[in-house]
């Protein structure tokens, strides 16, 4: 039997491509400054894969293809990080009927399994700067999606001011100082989506572009 959880998230897969498809310019252009420019590029090929698995007459699991897929598939430092964030959420959301559950403990145990991997730390600008907020947003207990979403969209936003101490733009130095990180820029994204079955399209859609906003403004 599957979840609640798991079917809400499962519902949540073509969104993520068609939001990832039309942010991939600005995430391309973000991290051709403060990277080597595939950063887009991935997360949107990532999905089209996705989408291209799911299209199949014995189509897999929706969730468990994306898992799977960023995990095995997609390329850069952050495909198998976002795998691991994807894999913590798929977990939690398989032993979950609340959503809102999944959504806190997948972050939660994502955010720990890519720290234990990568070792950033908050304000090393990285996508541990837009989910570390996120976490700490949704607490122990309670509907805190909303405050998720904007912590998430205001730690990506903050990681302009920093200076690189993981990843490429490490070398970079102060050539990134005034643009958004990418990979934080992305998560905040995702989370965007992830908070739409609870709520609601507005919502994303204004933080969504609260954050594009930045980055076009600073290209
Ligand atoms: P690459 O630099 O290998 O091309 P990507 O373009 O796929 O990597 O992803 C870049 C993003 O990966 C960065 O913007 C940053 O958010 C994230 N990142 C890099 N190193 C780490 C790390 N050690 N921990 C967490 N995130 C990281
Ligand atoms: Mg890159």
Redesign the pocket.
């Known amino acids: 039997m599957t979840s609640e959880a798991m079917t809400t998230l499962d519902g949540t897969v073509a969104r993520l491509q068609e939001v990832f498809s039309a942010a991939e310019p600005a995430l391309t252009t973000l991290?051709e400054i403060t990277?080597?420019g595939?950063?887009g590029v991935?997360l949107r090929e990532g999905f089209s894969e996705v989408a291209d698995r799911l299209a199949g007459p014995d189509a897999p699991a929706p969730w468990d293809t994306v898992r799977a897929v960023f995990l095995d598939e997609v390329g850069?430092?952050?495909?198998p990080?976002f795998g691991l964030l994807f894999q913590s959420l798929g977990t939690r959301a398989a032993r979950s009927d609340s959503y809102v559950d999944a959504l806190r403990g997948g972050i939660s145990d994502g955010l720990a399994a890519?720290q234990r991997v990568?070792?950033?730390e908050v304000g090393d600008r990285?996508?541990?700067d837009a989910l570390a907020p996120a976490v700490e947003a949704l607490g122990a207990d309670g509907d805190h999606v909303d405050a998720m979403v904007s912590a998430a969209v205001a730690g990506a936003l903050s990681t302009a001011a920093l200076r690189a101490r993981?990843?490429?733009?490490s070398y970079l130095g102060e050539r990134a100082v005034g643009h958004p990180?990418?990979?934080?820029v992305g998560v905040a994204l995702l989370l965007c989506v992830l908070a739409e079955p609870v709520s609601g399209t507005e919502k994303s859609k204004g933080e969504r572009a609260r954050l594009l906003d930045a980055v076009s403004g600073n290209a």
């Open positions: 991290d990277g080597d595939d950063f991935n850069g430092t952050s495909g990080l890519i990568g070792e950033a990285t996508m541990v993981r990843g490429r733009a990180d990418p990979g934080a």
